[in-house]
């Protein structure tokens, strides 16, 4: 059993639903009271299998704050079920003013590409939803290609110039190329050449046109307060992405860090992507950053600047790289380290929206893109937004707007444009003619004969799609959402403690004032009410 943060046991606990208006049937949780004000739900996907989690998710957290986030259940083991996992704050170290919560998740999954996401707690910022795409190389999702070679070498180095070329698959419009020229050698992390006969390489290309692509950027978001330079300064900042690249390289099974000598990455840029610098779309000429990513601390190194040319009639750009791991292509700008946004939702109790915040005129890539749950007249803290004018759009939460795609269906219930960097900002949400459903939730352990008020984050999805996304964070047994239907049938899920809990398919009866009282079965008591 790992370390809890007090004494305060996991109970599987039988619920008490009144609902002030419209109630929910059938529902059954692990959950326990409140341990935590400060709270991050993470969401671990694959976007080319939306239907399977991944397997073997695990994580680790690093950083100067690491060691004071707990399981939300109070259990210092941190488990990933079902790719869900949520973090608690221990209370004596919330953020104050000026000096946020700051940490690093490390993200490790079968088969799939590591991960690391940087997290930031600022004063106010209560609760975070992260989602997290997970890419498998062996069956990418839509605007990621993968090219992958196996190579005999002579005298542990390579015999002859290589070249790979991932695929113009899925429709993809971009590509990447690696040069690697003959004689290179190869070095571990410490700076150790290598020795062996067999190299293995994976080139792997993410353009930027697609969500399922984007949102696999390093690090999560498309800003940093860790942009490093050459004399190790480190500053914050935000990209305009025009596609990056992920090189993983074994020799004999032994993890490639470096080359001996600088190989040459080609690749190809969008036409419509937003330059920030120019005020208009990349095009012929223009200077582009080369940036590269630290996995395990989410530092990104200034690596070099290149120009933009045409080959082809296609926008391309050159770079040298001398080492293994993620390299974009991007022009950064500045950002301001905290500021907020006010919301106006005129709704009673708190909701869960879908925020996307765009740098100047660019209104295709989000460089803020996340789940936001929040109650009328709330200033939301918000790190590294771009600092300049910024476009907020504000849409519902609903399951026809996922987390894995900031294309949005539907029109924006929520626009502000202005400086975000002022603290000014304020959207205003339409109504929405819909009835918000309030829920008042007690949990009564028998055989201990008390009731307790939880606090856990619900995910639901439509029956038998099990793509489920976040609901939202009931607080002390009070929730409230218009992101609901009535008389829609749903499933809903908690995860607790590195275990499962599965709400029964549940259908929102438009039953005014009644109330439902639900039984857990003896036998979960007995395992769980101790």
Request: glycine residues 8%; contains cysteine.
């Amino acid at each position: 059993m790992g370390k809890k943060a007090g004494l305060v046991p996991v109970v599987l606990l039988c619920l008490f639903f009144s609902a002030c208006k419209k109630p929910t049937d059938g529902l059954s949780l692990n959950i326990a009271p409140q341990l935590f004000e400060y709270t991050v739900a993470l969401q671990f996907y694959n976007a080319a299998d939306l239907a399977h989690t991944p397997t073997g998710v695990n994580i680790r957290l690093s950083g100067k704050d690491a060691g004071s986030m707990y399981e939300i259940s109070g259990n210092k083991k941190l488990t990933v079920v079902d790719g869900f996992i949520s973090l608690g704050l221990l209370a004596d170290r919330n953020p104050d003013p000026g000096n946020p919560i700051q940490f690093t998740v490390e993200v490790t999954a079968t088969g799939c590409l590591p991960v690391t996401v940087p997290v930031t707690i600022l004063n106010g910022q209560l609760v975070q939803f992260i989602p997290v795409e997970l890419v498998n190389p062996s069956a990418p999702p839509a605007g990621v290609s993968v090219k992958r070679a196996s190579i005999s070498l002579a005298g542990n180095a390579l015999p002859e110039a290589t070249t790979l070329i991932t695929p113009s698959t899925q429709g993809k419009q971009e590509s990447a190329i690696l040069n690697l020229p003959a004689g290179l050698k190869f070095k571990d992390e410490a700076g150790n050449t290598l020795s062996g006969s067999t190299l293995s390489l994976t080139l792997v290309h993410f353009d930027a046109r697609t969500a399922a692509a984007l949102d696999a950027f390093p690090g999560g978001q498309r800003s940093t307060n860790l942009l490093r330079d050459a004399q190790n300064n480190t500053s914050s900042a935000f990209f305009q992405t025009a596609g990056f690249v992920y090189l993983l390289a074994t020799l004999d099974g032994k993890n490639v860090a470096t080359f001996t000598n600088s190989a040459v990455v080609t690749m190809g840029v969008n036409n419509q992507q937003w330059n920030p610098a120019a005020g208009r779309n990349f095009a012929d000429g223009d200077s582009i950053g080369v940036f590269r990513f630290t996995q395990g601390t989410a530092i990104w190194n200034i690596a070099a600047a290149t120009k933009i040319s045409t080959s082809n009639a296609k926008l391309i750009a050159q770079f040298n790289i001398n080492r293994t791991g993620a390299h974009t292509l991007a022009r950064s700008g500045n950002v301001c380290n905290a500021t907020s946004i006010r919301f106006n939702t005129g709704i009673a109790g708190t909701e869960v929206f879908r925020m996307d915040v765009f740098a100047g005129n660019d209104q295709f890539t989000p460089v803020y893109s996340r789940q936001v749950q929040v109650a009328d007249q709330e200033s939301l803290p918000l790190a590294n937004l771009p600092a300049g004018n910024v476009t907020v759009k504000v849409y519902p939460s609903g399951l026809d707007n996922p987390v894995y795609n900031f294309m949005k269906h539907g029109q924006a219930i929520g626009v502000w444009t202005g400086n975000a960097c002022s603290g000014s900002g304020s959207v205003t949400i339409d109504p929405q003619n819909k009835e918000p459903l309030y829920f008042d939730i007690e949990g009564y352990c028998s055989n201990k004969k008390t009731y307790i008020r939880p606090t856990f984050y619900v995910l639901y999805a439509l029956p038998h799609t099990n793509q489920f996304q976040m609901l939202g964070l009931v607080r002390d047994g009070r929730f409230s959402t218009q992101n609901l239907d009535v008389n829609t049938t749903y499933d809903f899920k908690v995860i607790w403690g590195g275990n499962r809990s599965t709400l029964v398919t549940g259908k929102l009866a438009d039953r005014p004032g009644n109330q439902v009282t639900v039984i857990v079965p003896k036998s979960e008591e007995a395992s769980f009410c101790n």
